[in-house]
Antibody, heavy 122, light 109 residues
Framework: EPQLVESGGGLVQPGGSLRLSCEAS????????IHWLRQTPGKGLMWVSR????????NYGDSVKGRFTISRDNAKNIVYLQMNSLGGDDTAMYYC???????????????WGQGTQVTVSS | EIVLTQAPGTLSLSPGERATLSCRAS???????LAWYRQKVGQAPRLLIY???IRASGIPDRFSGSGSGTDFTLTISRLEPEDFAVYYC??????????FGQGTKVEIK
């Protein structure tokens, strides 16, 4: 059964950095696009970033572009999200999720990890 | 960016009743690239429907999706206790950003 497990969340000061990890198991990791999403009580669910199967193509939401970097290590079945210049608006539960299928355009999310909480506060 | 508006915000029903949830898009969703998710308290969202009407693996047939263009519906034919949760629609058209509705909470009446 495909599974994703996030780690790396925590409390960070404004302007600080954090790196999230998403470890995958139970499926052919190198065949799938992987996404990061985040959720807050106020703004709901928001797509953050994605990376293609071999790591050569990435996309970002406007609110994180230039501050966040997504990458992957297919030998370790891990996707990373490096987050820099963090602000209060970045406080959220962060989820990684797999694209629903291996073909281009299958940008529904299944499965999701359990999430890791990021809190930006002094 | 496509904005998705879900209605109603909260639906109060009893177990065994039928639930009808709406998701309206600010512009046409290409190729009916619309998904539905259920999120129970303290859990991550779980995929129910993709392609507007295709049930995901392991999803019971009491869940059905319909619609096209800008208007989509998720129907739960008979509510089970585990169905009292928040439901989100998501569009995944050709280009990012992919967006979500604000959610519909189905609560026990």
């Amino acid at each position: 059964e495909p599974q994703l497990v996030e780690s790396g969340g925590g409390l960070v000061q404004p302007g600080g950095s954090l790196r999230l990890s998403c470890e995958a198991s139970g499926f052919m990791f190198s065949a799938y696009w992987i996404h990061w999403l985040r959720q807050t009580p106020g703004k709901g669910l928001m797509w953050v970033s994605r990376i293609n199967d071999d790591g050569t193509t990435t996309n970002y939401g406007d609110s994180v572009k230039g501050r966040f970097t997504i990458s992957r290590d297919n030998a370790k079945n891990i996707v990373y999200l490096q987050m820099n210049s963090l602000g209060g608006d970045d406080t959220a539960m962060y989820y990684c999720a797999r694209s629903g299928n291996t073909y281009y355009g299958a940008n529904w999310f299944d499965p999701w990890g359990q999430g890791t909480q990021v809190t930006v506060s002094s | 960016e496509i904005v998705l508006t879900q209605a109603p915000g909260t639906l109060s029903l009893s177990p065994g009743e039928r639930a009808t949830l709406s998701c309206r898009a600010s512009q046409s969703v290409s190729s009916n690239f619309l998904a539905w998710y259920r999120q129970k308290v303290g859990q991550a969202p779980r995929l129910l429907i993709y392609g507007a009407s295709i049930r995901a693996s392991g999803i019971p047939d009491r869940f059905s999706g319909s619609g096209s263009g800008t208007d989509f519906t998720l129907t739960i034919s008979r509510l089970e206790p585990e169905d009292f949760a928040v439901y989100y629609c998501q569009q995944y058209g050709s280009s990012p950003p992919w967006t979500f509705g604000q959610g519909t909470k189905v609560e026990i009446k």
